[in-house]
């Protein structure tokens, strides 16, 4: 569990001891796809690390719509924002696939900000990530079409998730056409059609079943081209 829990960038910087006192409040459980773990408008007594596989944060607009705010994999964390402000949850967490999650209480999260000052800077800092990476995703909306929404996507996801293959070259296990669609607010056959073009022009090329390589400088360069 040691190793598991030193790969979570929040907890990259402890020792040993102080990554066994973190083990030592949380309860680890596994969670099928699917399956909500956190409901919007709920109270929030818990954070939740993600230790294995993957979930969606989302909203419901008022028509019903699922707006999809974000995707986070392995190593990310959720659930803060509750226990920082003690208002009810602000949105929904979902599984897409089968997780294992550690949970962390609300009262032994706030003595594990005092104990361990350094976790409160890397807390403050990803959640100003994800205030940015929210602000970009209203702007990617507003301003771009949507191949370039897609491109910034990628090129986005590319950072966050991918392995560098080279220098151009990255590796990335994307998410499904529709919840990419979600998340840039148009259809999923919109971007099964961008995609397709991509393919063929060999800038997104199958590695497996479930990853893709894509040429980074490609994307830049279509990214920033004239819309």
């Known amino acids: 569990m040691q190793e ?11 020792n040993n001891d102080e990554i066994d006192a973190v083990i030592a409040i949380t309860t680890i459980h596994n969670v099928r796809k699917n399956n909500i773990i956190v409901q ?8 939740f690390i993600l230790l294995c596989g993957s979930v969606k944060i989302s909203y419901y607009a008022p028509d019903g719509r699922e707006l999809i705010l974000s995707l986070l994999e392995e190593g990310s964390f959720f659930g ?3 226990l920082l402000d003690k208002q009810p949850r602000s949105a929904t967490v979902t599984t897409l696939e089968s997780v294992k ?43 771009m079409d949507v191949p370039h929404r897609l491109y910034s996507y990628l090129q986005d996801y590319c950072e966050r998730f991918g392995k560098e ?3 151009s070259q990255c590796i990335v296990r994307l998410p499904t056409h529709q919840l990419i669609a979600d998340q840039l607010s148009t259809s999923r ?15 997104i090329t ?8 894509i040429d980074t400088d490609a994307i830049d360069t279509l990214l920033f081209a004239i819309q």
């Open 4 to 14: 598991i829990f030193k790969k979570v960038p929040l907890f990259s910087g402890l």
């Open 40 to 47: 919007e408008g709920d109270a929030g007594n818990a954070m």
């Open 206 to 213: 199958t590695t497996s079943t479930r990853s893709v390589c």
């Open 189 to 203: 056959e919109t971007i099964s059609r961008a995609m397709s073009s991509l393919k063929k022009e060999s800038i």
């Open 80 to 82: 803060e924002m509750s």
């Open 165 to 167: 293959k080279s220098a």
């Open 101 to 143: 999650i550690a949970q962390i209480r609300s009262r032994d999260f706030e003595r594990l900000l005092l104990k361990q000052p350094a976790l409160s800077l890397k807390l403050l800092c990803e959640v100003v990530s994800r205030l940015r990476r929210t602000s970009l995703i209203l702007e990617r909306i507003s301003t």
